[in-house]
């Protein structure tokens, strides 16, 4: 019941209605989950080629270059793909935070029962 | 230009127009992402209360409790929401391989180029 793209080794994205593939972001050193974004052909491409992560900004809807303004760009030692093709996880170096609130990762909260409680 | 749901302590999370939230789960043990679904409400709620990993399955349009048939079952050990809270990181000790496919991750191959390469 496997087809292709759950086991071969075509690079064949499956790309939602919109164009876009969830991307997940984790730490080369510390293993810890950065962020997770979307990526469009065109993101995946430039992240390949250039080695730096790119997304798609479905906000402002345009090519996103992770770090262009605030220089925290992410250094991709490794991509992989999941077994549908409908995920990229992303192992890289950080040069800064890599969450907009300036913490290291944008999962700094933990979910206790109803509430949050930052991690240290 | 952070709004609440950034920065609060408030479990608010931000279900897209389907009612979903996407959720990626590492292994405790190595920080292996073992796999990326998602869920509902519903599924995160018991995902909390049962302290094991459930989801929405998208394909089969009902409430999943992952390793439900294979006994392959994700025991949580913390779940974490990024900063808009529209994606859970769950990290789990995994009773079995997380893929269908068997392997241990579904992220088993690696994006060399155009192609893929299987992971060790």
């Not at 993101?43 to 809807?61: E, K, P, V, Y």
């Not at 991509?79 to 944008?106: F, N, V």
Request: hydrophobic content about 40%; aromatic content about 6%; proline content about 2%.
């Amino acid at each position: 019941m496997h087809d292709h793209r759950d086991t071969g080794l075509s690079l064949d994205p499956k790309y939602d209605s919109n164009g876009l593939i969830t991307a997940v972001v984790s730490d080369r050193t510390t293993g810890e989950i950065l962020m997770l974004a979307h990526m469009n052909a065109e993101a995946l491409a430039a992240t390949i080629s250039t080695g730096q992560a790119h997304f798609w900004s479905r906000s402002r809807d345009r090519l996103w270059k992770k770090g262009e303004s605030s220089g925290n760009v992410l250094t991709v030692t490794e991509i992989r793909i999941d077994c549908d093709q409908d995920a990229i996880w992303i192992i890289a170096d950080a040069a800064g935070p890599a969450c907009h609130t300036g913490q290291r990762s944008c999962f700094f909260r933990r979910i206790d029962g109803d509430a949050l409680s930052p991690v240290e």
